[in-house]
């Protein structure tokens, strides 16, 4: 996850047409609907940065995050909290959750928003969980085309940027058909509940090459808005947290 800093002068980003309006409960409730129906010993988060998905906690959790900046205070009720100030890349390649034995039921991927270090992320995660656990990724659905650029010099003008981390659903969809995909129309850019996590699986190691091929340069405008929000049901985040 590398750093990016982003100037002052953003303009505001408007929905385009062909992409739903989302509204309702945001992501950090769905989360804290999560951590209830799965009750974990451990949470694993990927791109904690300021800490605020990391205040509501209530198990013992890992956090990773090449530069904190915690604002609220995150030193709840939770028994245990790690801090790893790396890469994420760095923190798998170090292997610490299988030296601790440490096998997270739940996780949450908010890291670098390009599909390579998204997916990186996420076969590495699902590596390291609990069979059968949970694994939440944020920024999946864009409102406009423009907003998912992989171009990092053209946020400075990017009211919110998601990248291309939409690109992980056509993906898991396609490579992954035994996982469970649930896409919560949480504002603003949604979040995606993977469930049935197997970490023998080893899918999207094994297909890299050919997933980074069909995958890495294709855009939204390309693949078109349409195709993306067609391929699934986009769930209401307040009857979703209702139904855990």
């Not at 890469?87 to 670098?112: K, N, V, Y």
């Not at 509940?193 to 405008?221: G, Q, S």
Request: hydrophobic residues 45%; proline residues 6%.
């Amino acid at each position: 996850m590398p750093l990016f800093k982003r100037k002052s002068s953003r303009r505001k980003m408007l929905h385009a047409p062909g992409f739903p309006q989302i509204s309702g409960a945001g992501y950090r409730s769905v989360l804290a609907g999560l951590e209830t129906q799965v009750a974990p010993d451990w949470y694993l988060e990927i791109g904690s940065r300021t800490g605020s998905s990391l205040k509501d906690r209530k198990c013992s959790f890992v956090a990773v995050d090449p530069e904190f900046k915690l604002v609220p205070d995150v030193f709840n009720a939770s028994r245990a909290q790690l801090f790893f100030q790396e890469e994420s890349d760095t923190f798998f390649e170090g292997g610490f959750l299988a030296r601790a034995g440490i096998s997270p039921q739940l996780a949450f991927i908010d890291g670098m928003h390009l599909i390579d270090y998204v997916l990186r992320d996420f076969r590495n995660t699902e590596a390291a969980m609990a069979a059968g656990g949970v694994i939440a990724l944020h920024d999946i659905l864009p409102f406009n085309a423009e907003m998912t650029t992989r171009e990092l010099s053209a946020l400075d003008e990017i009211d919110a940027w998601t990248g291309d981390v939409w690109k992980i659903i056509p993906i898991l969809q396609k490579y992954r058909p035994d996982l469970v995909l649930e896409v919560v129309g949480a504002p603003r850019t949604g979040i995606l509940v993977v469930r049935n996590i197997d970490p023998n699986n080893r899918t999207l190691f094994d297909a890299e090459h050919e997933i980074f091929a069909d995958f890495l340069e294709l855009d939204m405008a390309d693949y078109g808005p349409d195709a993306f929000f067609g391929a699934f049901e986009l769930q209401d985040p307040d009857r979703y947290i209702a139904s855990l």
